[in-house]
């Protein structure tokens, strides 16, 4: 069996990372309201297409950085709030929602 050479690999990685980019292309729906190819929309077709490709190379073909990927993908699942934690910012409003006034340093004595 022949060994291909350099230029060869080159060329067929970069057909490869092409094909993701027709694939990456033929999610994008540009009928939504919002622009299309926002960094939202490109984020929810990446994280579509993670499963089958690699994130290196959807990222290449997305114009997109990883930051920008995982930020997005935080705020699409609604950036959830720690519901078991409570900050003394979280509980003061609490306490002004009962009816007490209270400021920012009691809370923060109570809570040592």
Known sequence: MRRMSAPVISCS???SICARGVVYLKNLD????EEAGGARDKTQ???QLRQHHRLPALLKAAEL???TVYYQSKVLDGGERD???YGYRRI???IRLAGQRVTRK???RLMV
């Open 13 to 15: 990685r970069k057909m």
């Open 30 to 33: 540009p009928s939504s309201g």
């Open 45 to 47: 077709i990446v994280l």
């Open 65 to 67: 950085a990883r930051s």
């Open 83 to 85: 519901k078991d934690r």
């Open 92 to 94: 003061a409003e609490a």
């Open 106 to 108: 009691t809370v923060r």
